[in-house]
Nanobody, 122 residues
């Protein structure tokens, strides 16, 4: 059973940047689609972006397009979410997960990390 561990969250001011890391063990990210999601208490988990097994196909929700970038380092078996120009409404717990096909549906992702808190506040 593989494991994903997110890191890199924290408290930042509006307009700041953060880079989240999703470190994988027991599974190889280049064999899967790696998705990024976020969730606030009381709300559904929201898809943000994914990167496919080749690393060439990346897809973003309109709300983050142009500000967030997904990438992967196969040598480190890690994926990254670079987040620029963060907004207060993007305060949430951020998760990475893997799936076997392109999709935005949380239930179709079969391995999840524990999440990392991102707080955007002045």
């Amino acid at each position: 059973q593989g494991q994903l561990v997110e890191s890199g969250g924290g408290l930042v001011q509006p307009g700041d940047s953060l880079r989240l890391t999703c470190a994988a063990s027991g599974l190889t990210l280049s064999n899967f689609v790696t998705g990024w999601f976020r969730q606030v208490p009381g709300a559904e988990r929201e898809w943000i972006a994914f990167i496919d097994w080749s690393g060439r196909t990346k897809n973003y929700d309109d709300s983050v397009k142009g500000r967030f970038t997904v990438s992967r380092d196969d040598a480190k078996n890690a994926a990254y979410l670079q987040m620029n120009d963060l907004k207060p409404e993007e305060t949430a717990v951020y998760y990475c997960a893997v799936a076997s096909s392109y999709n935005r549906v949380p239930s179709l992702y079969h391995t999840w990390g524990q999440g990392t808190q991102v707080t955007v506040s002045s």
